[in-house]
Every structure is written in structure tokens, then in C-alpha cells.
């Protein structure tokens, strides 16, 4: 059965840290991207970041010098460090690994920041 399982989300405060992590199972992670998207309500799902099968990153303007993706193929996870948080970062993110003519979703967490 595939999953990807996230955790780590909750409440920071502005200016401050969050570390989130995604477990997949029940396929050949390291042959896929692993990346990182977040929803807020009423609005599409957009890319924070994404890591290819061969460490390539790609991040969005708007989380550029905050985030940092990495992944752990022999653990088969995918991590989002977030630091600098900031208010408009409060969405639910969401795991994601992606072959081409396949990916998979995690059903994602809640990230708060207020203060």
C-alpha cells in the first residue's frame, strides 16, 4: 500500500522554526522527486519545494533563503526545514513524490504561525 505520511506541523511563532517530515512507503521512493506543496483555503495547491532523484532543489520565490528541502533515500523521507516563518506560511502542506506518469500525496498538516 503506498503512503506518505507527514508530521511536524503545529503552531510557531513568527521569526520562528518548524521542521516538517514525510515517510513514504510502498514504492521505490529514491526513483522519484520528493517535494513540498502547500493549500490555503480557496486556493490552489502551490509548490514550497522540490528535490529530483538526483539532489537537484527547486524552491519558490517566496520561501527562498527560509526553506530547505532534504531527503533521506535510505529512509525513504523528505524533509522541509522552515525557518523565518512567517504569518502567511499558516497552510496545510502537503507531501508529495512525483515520477512523471505517477505521484502521490501525503494528506498533509496543518502549519500555524501567529504570535
Known amino acids: 500500500q503506498v503512503q506518505l505520511v507527514e508530521s511536524g506541523g503545529g503552531l510557531a511563532q513568527p521569526g520562528g522554526s518548524l521542521k516538517l517530515s514525510c515517510g513514504a512507503s510502498?514504492?521505490?521512493?529514491?526513483?522519484?522527486?520528493a517535494g513540498w506543496y502547500r493549500q490555503g483555503p480557496g486556493e490552489q495547491r502551490e509548490l514550497v519545494a522540490t528535490?529530483?532523484?538526483?539532489?537537484?532543489?527547486n524552491y519558490a520565490d517566496s520561501v527562498k533563503g527560509r526553506f530547505t528541502i532534504t531527503r533521506d533515500n535510505a529512509k525513504s523521507m523528505v524533509f522541509l526545514q522552515m525557518n523565518s516563518l512567517k504569518t502567511e506560511d499558516t497552510v496545510v502542506y502537503y507531501c508529495?513524490?512525483?515520477?512523471?506518469?505517477?505521484?502521490?500525496w501525503g494528506q498533509g498538516i496543518q502549519v500555524t504561525v501567529a504570535s
Open positions: 510502498g514504492f521505490a521512493f529514491r526513483l522519484y522527486a
Open positions: 508529495n513524490a512525483n515520477a512523471l506518469t505517477r505521484q502521490y
Open positions: 528535490q529530483h532523484q538526483g539532489g537537484a532543489t
